[in-house]
């Protein structure tokens, strides 16, 4: 962690923050001094992470979330604000990956599959985007960055198509709400070493990755330097960026 970043007076929400990128994400802002919001549509797994922040010596809160609903995001955002007086930052790391790649193409997939990959991967971002950006509004400032994924710069089927929306979305929103002295980012990670990652990877593509991208597998705590950059001050001349934490995976040029 850069010793630059103090979060001490910031209050940062996580969602699909049970386990996982979003577990590591909580603990990279918590030990970065912010207050954080585990928020997961699974209660349990989003209490277990509070009660170890907590156990730390860190300030969290469990919450449940269903970032598809309207009421379900916007009740989040409320209950945040009664009980830490504000949301500074939002990270919208919810999203569906296991469950929908490889479950077939674009032609053949579940149509009930397809909705509901848009509905967790693109519409939820929305929504909890909109539930937090009136409170960022009556401070004047916001970080809020979006969890994109190398996928939605290749041909990843669903997923990916729903991973590049994120970043036309990231490009909108930070326009959208500049004039509020809110910051809208997103991060784009490879291949990480999570358990939905490798659920996702058949190994047929972890070899192909292996001989392909310079530094190919990473691991979650190595997206935390850039999170942290993204909702520090640091970043306050930086939106509607997408950064690629990939190992060389996606070339730009």
């Known amino acids: 962690m850069p010793d630059s970043v103090e979060l001490a007076d910031k209050v940062a929400i996580v969602t699909g923050a049970g386990g996982g990128i979003g577990r590591t994400y909580s603990r990279g802002l918590a030990e970065a001094g912010a ?26 809160l469990a919450v449940r979330v269903d970032v598809r609903d309207e009421k379900s995001t916007s009740d989040m955002a409320a209950v945040v604000a009664a009980e830490f007086g504000s949301v500074d930052i939002l990270v919208n790391n919810a999203g569906l990956m296991a469950e929908v790649v490889g479950k077939g193409g674009l032609t053949s997939m579940p149509l009930n599959l397809w909705s509901n990959t848009l509905a967790v991967n693109l519409t939820g971002p929305l929504l909890c985007t909109r539930a937090v950006v009136p409170y960022m509004k009556e401070r004047g400032y916001g970080k809020i960055v979006n969890q994109s994924s190398s996928g939605a710069f290749m041909a990843a089927q669903a997923y990916g198509i729903t991973k590049l929306g994120l970043v036309s979305m990231t490009v909108s929103l930070s326009r959208e709400l500049a004039p509020f002295g809110i910051r809208v980012n997103a991060i784009a990670p490879g291949m990480v070493n999570t358990e939905a990652g490798d659920i996702a ?6 070899e192909m990755v292996k001989h392909s991208i310079p530094f190919p597998f990473g691991e979650p705590e190595e997206l935390i330097p850039g999170l942290l950059y993204l909702v520090s001050s640091g970043s306050d001349w930086v939106t509607g960026h997408t950064l690629n934490i990939d190992g060389g995976w996606v070339v730009r040029v």
């Open 35 to 60: 207050a954080v919001v585990v928020a997961d549509i699974d209660l349990d797994t989003a209490t277990a992470t509070a009660d170890e922040l907590k156990a730390d010596g860190h300030r969290a």
């Open 201 to 206: 990877s058949p190994p047929e593509l972890k």
